[in-house]
């Protein structure tokens, strides 16, 4: 498996702007599937989104579509989660998770096998 951690979360207005990156060990980055979930104090954990392999494809929740965009550099191994237009319900621990299985993209957190310890963002209205 491969081991994650996010960085990039705090603090920010309604409307505001950030981006989380999560970097992965060791050498075959290029063979997960990543994906972003988030969940706020109370709920369960949300899929925000996920990219392919080669990241030649995204998928979205209808929640942040427009607002979000994943990219991945493979060669830094790292995967981003940029995200505009914040709004307070964006409030939430953010994660950054990978799998091998072709399932990424449906949303399910059972598709991911590999997780990395969240990193919070507080939206503030």
């Known amino acids: 498996q491969v081991q994650l951690v996010e960085s990039g979360g705090g603090l920010v207005q309604a409307g505001g702007s950030l981006r989380l990156s999560c970097a992965a060990s060791?050498?075959?980055?290029?063979?997960?599937?990543m994906g972003w979930f988030r969940q706020a104090p109370g709920k369960e954990r949300e899929f925000v989104g996920a990219?392919?392999?080669?990241?030649?494809?995204?998928y979205y929740a209808d929640s942040v579509k427009d607002r979000f965009t994943i990219s991945r550099d493979n060669a830094k191994n790292t995967v981003y989660l940029q995200m505009n237009s914040l709004k307070p319900e964006d409030t939430a621990v953010y994660y950054c998770?990978?799998?091998?299985?072709?399932?990424?993209?449906?949303?399910?957190?059972?598709?991911?096998?590999?997780w990395g310890q969240g990193t919070p963002v507080t939206v503030s209205s």
């Open positions: 990219i392919s392999w080669g990241g030649s494809s995204t």
């Open positions: 998770a990978a799998t091998r299985r072709p399932t990424y993209y449906t949303g399910s957190y059972t598709a991911f096998d590999s």
């Open positions: 060791g050498r075959s980055f290029s063979a997960y599937a």
